[in-house]
């Protein structure tokens, strides 16, 4: 196993400040005490949840241009995530590292300010996209003679007046000596850093409250920086003041080397970033020998020293390795995009693609306009890679969406620099490090006509680029895979594709009537979609039309998909996004009124006010914890459910003149599924619950 020798590498490398990127996760929810109505709270998945788990580190991308690419590449491209740079007030200078040398925590720095950080953070939700934000709460600033900040506050080392003054630093005033010592590590300088006291309830309680304005702004969560110097129990007081921590993503930079502190300390606040990783896609594709990456159980849980899936943040680079040479990089070419393709491709870990800029010196910042602002990028000028909308890793992202939930199977490798591998029946994928090889590949693909997503997208009659790619009733195609490419194949790429972008590719199938309650009285009504993992349509979306009194619908035709992700607006920037989470909507027909999700058709004459609820789980005897309307609760653990089909109970529900339920599930033994804490908003009609998500529709029909 390749490792870090010691923490001297670990962190002071790079001039001034290491932070190893860590994306992942959903922080860990602890089992709590059922208090009135409220439903018991189960630990929460540590992970990113599915199937949008792929974040774009835009590095030093100003808010605006981040708003702009949330509308252009990313939601479009299937992203869940975008991670910002540090938000905070910082020192001032042209170099890369002034973002992680906090002054204050105004949200005002070269990269936009608070009135545009919010307008973003918006901007990206109506896209589909969740934000999270880079914090840096280990320490202040570097500078040992003080100096004035990018927002005008003038500070001290250890004195940034109405925060923080000498009493909340760590009395070990100069750096880090010895990686071997815990207390050095998590109580001296990193690289002169004044490092502050968070042990102390004050500074927990500053730290906490800078979180919970970000969280005030609508962050999703956040990547929190040098957590290795910050003691896990520091952590765990700083994370209990944070507002509405269940829903948060977060992701943590503890990088393992031979030293007392180990990620597994922190892996209840939020997913690691698996440095292992990248360092050996980096051996394996830069030495070109990258079959040993799927032999046996392939890269992942089952190594030494690697974290388990369910913790581990995946990445090929970031600011940080890309500059000291420790992984692949976009110097790497061709080369550093199949290993983003094996990435994306591969089911370990939720992984974060970095898009910064080219440099020539470690310390390098972005072009900066003449009164220091970062000037906004534009792919293709100022050194900007991109790579968030390269093609052959933003469509990557659909393909990862798109066979979410599979297992890697169908393994081939030539034994030394070709390997190929499929993810259940949903897709296939084939990578060449060596010299350009033809052969017939066996997948377990349905039959049909595919399009490389490597090179082109579906189009109404073929593929935007590239050849169709034909599979045969037993799973096989013959393909051509250059030197240093790749191929592609999943389900909702298929070629000839409808011409509607938010269709799924594909001839025949259904279609979804979409009802939509004109309650919030807008002059306009659109739904911004997309079928199945298919493109979404442009913003603001397609028109809705008159249905019935009190509701517009539209009727969304599905191809060989079984749902579409959707939001509404007016046409004129008001959204309903189901807070972030956008709705997903299967079945024939199906209502959205107030964030609540139903099946039917609500111009027809009206049927029994019922809700039956079927709910997907391995309990083998799933109890229903409910309230009607804004009625009482059912007594813990609620009212049984009984067996449905395979794998799904059920239980009817009468309403009375409510118009939906609100509940949580459990196994009758104190494990529950009460929806991260938010419990579950169940409308009226038939509603199946799985694995966090509310759709209309039976499962066993």
């Given at each position: 196993m390749s490792s870090i020798g010691s923490g001297v590498v670990d962190d002071a490398l790079v001039h001034r400040k290491r932070l190893r990127y860590l994306a992942g996760l959903a922080l860990t929810a602890i089992l709590g005490a059922l208090i009135t109505a409220t439903a018991f709270a189960p630990p929460a998945t540590a992970a990113a949840p599915g199937p949008k788990d792929a974040t774009a580190v835009m590095f030093s991308w100003t808010w605006n241009a981040i708003a702009r690419e949330c509308t252009e590449n990313l939601g479009p491209a299937g992203y869940g995530y975008v991670q910002t740079s540090p938000p905070q007030e910082h020192v001032q200078g042209p170099q890369w590292w002034t973002y992680y040398q906090p002054v204050s925590y105004k949200i005002e720095s070269r990269l936009g300010t608070r009135t545009e950080f919010e307008a973003m953070v918006d901007t990206c939700h109506a896209a589909g996209v969740k934000v999270i934000a880079d914090a840096v709460i280990n320490h202040m600033s570097g500078q040992s003679a003080g100096g004035v900040g990018w927002a005008g506050t003038a500070f001290q080392?250890?004195?940034?007046?109405?925060?923080?003054?000498?009493?909340?630093?760590?009395?070990?005033?100069?750096?880090?000596?010895?990686?071997?010592?815990?207390?050095?590590?998590?109580?001296?300088?990193?690289?002169?850093?004044?490092?502050?006291?968070?042990?102390?309830?004050?500074?927990?309680?500053?730290?906490?409250?800078?979180?919970?304005?970000?969280?005030?702004?609508?962050?999703?969560?956040?990547r929190i920086d040098a957590v290795k110097h910050i003691a896990a129990a520091d952590m765990q007081g700083i994370l209990s003041k944070v507002n509405d921590r269940a829903r948060l993503y977060v992701v943590q930079e503890v990088i393992r080397a031979n030293e007392p502190i180990q990620p597994e300390e922190y892996t209840s606040y939020g997913d690691i970033h698996e440095f292992a990783f990248a360092r050996k896609l980096k051996e394996a594709f830069g030495g070109g020998t990258i079959n040993w990456l799927i032999t046996g159980n392939g890269i992942g849980p089952s190594w030494s020293g690697f974290l388990p899936n369910q913790n581990a943040a995946v990445f090929v680079d970031n600011h940080d390795t890309e500059r000291n040479g420790e992984t692949l990089s976009y110097k790497d070419g061709a080369v550093y995009d199949l290993a983003q393709i094996f990435t994306l491709a591969w089911n370990y870990g939720s992984p974060s693609i970095h898009s910064g800029y080219e440099f020539g010196n470690k310390d390098q910042g972005p072009v900066l306009a003449g009164n220091g602002e970062v000037v906004?990028?534009?792919?293709?000028?100022?050194?900007?890679?991109?790579?968030?909308?390269?093609?052959?890793?933003?469509?990557?992202?659909?393909?990862?969406?798109?066979?979410?939930?599979?297992?890697?199977?169908?393994?081939?490798?030539?034994?030394?620099?070709?390997?190929?591998?499929?993810?259940?029946?949903?897709?296939?994928?084939?990578?060449?490090?060596?010299?350009?090889?033809?052969?017939?590949?066996?997948?377990?693909?349905?039959?049909?006509?595919?399009?490389?997503?490597?090179?082109?997208?579906?189009?109404?009659?073929?593929c935007s680029a590239g050849e169709v790619i034909t599979v045969d009733a037993s799973g096989g195609f013959t393909a051509t895979v250059g030197q240093n490419q790749a191929v592609a194949l999943h389900v909702g790429a298929k070629a000839g594709a409808p011409t509607d972008p938010g269709t799924d590719p594909g001839t025949g199938g259904g279609s979804l009537k979409v009802y939509y309650s004109t309650a919030k009285g807008w002059s306009a009504y659109n739904v911004h979609y997309r079928v199945g993992s298919g493109s979404w349509t442009a913003v603001p979306g397609v028109a809705m039309a008159p249905a019935c009194t009190g509701w517009v619908s539209k009727t969304i035709e599905l191809g060989t998909a079984t749902g579409v992700t959707a939001a509404f607006n007016n046409g004129s920037g008001t959204w309903d996004n189901n807070g972030g989470r956008d709705y997903a909507l299967s079945g024939a027909s199906v209502t959205v009124n107030?964030?609540?999700?139903?099946?039917?058709?609500?111009?027809?004459?009206?049927?029994?006010n019922t809700t039956t609820v079927f709910y997907a789980t391995g309990w083998s005897a799933p109890n229903i914890?409910?309230?009607?309307?804004?009625?009482?609760?059912?007594?813990?653990?609620?009212?049984?459910?009984?067996?449905?089909?395979?794998?799904?109970?059920?239980?009817?529900?009468?309403?009375?003149?409510?118009?939906?339920?609100?509940?949580?599930?459990?196994?009758?033994?104190?494990?529950?599924?009460?929806?991260?804490?938010?419990?579950?908003?169940?409308?009226?009609?038939?509603?199946?619950?799985?694995?966090?998500?509310?759709?209309?529709?039976?499962?066993?029909?």
């Open positions: 080392h250890y004195e940034y007046p109405g925060l923080y003054g000498q009493q909340d630093f760590h009395s070990c005033r100069r750096d880090i000596a010895n990686y071997q010592n815990r207390w050095e590590v998590q109580e001296c300088n990193l690289v002169n850093l004044s490092d502050l006291d968070t042990s102390s309830s004050y500074v927990q309680g500053r730290i906490a409250g800078y979180l919970n304005d970000l969280v005030s702004l609508g962050v999703d969560g956040f906004d990028p534009v792919c293709g000028q100022n050194g900007w890679t991109c790579k968030h909308a390269q093609t052959n890793i933003a469509n990557m992202v659909g393909f990862r969406n798109a066979v979410s939930g599979t297992a890697v199977g169908d393994n081939w490798s030539n034994g030394s620099n070709a390997i190929a591998f499929g993810r259940g029946d949903k897709g296939y994928v084939a990578i060449n490090r060596g010299a350009s090889l033809t052969r017939t590949f066996d997948s377990s693909l349905p039959a049909g006509r595919y399009c490389n997503v490597i090179v082109g997208l579906p189009t109404a009659t073929g107030g964030g609540v999700i139903a099946a039917g058709d609500p111009c027809a004459t009206p049927a029994a914890h409910y309230r009607v309307g804004d009625g009482s609760w059912t007594a813990v653990p609620g009212v049984a459910m009984t067996p449905a089909c395979a794998g799904w109970f059920q239980k009817t529900v009468e309403l009375g003149t409510a118009t939906g339920i609100t509940a949580a599930f459990n196994n009758g033994s104190g494990s529950w599924d009460n929806n991260g804490g938010r419990d579950y908003t169940i409308g009226a009609g038939t509603v199946k619950v799985q694995n966090g998500t509310v759709t209309a529709g039976s499962p066993c029909s």
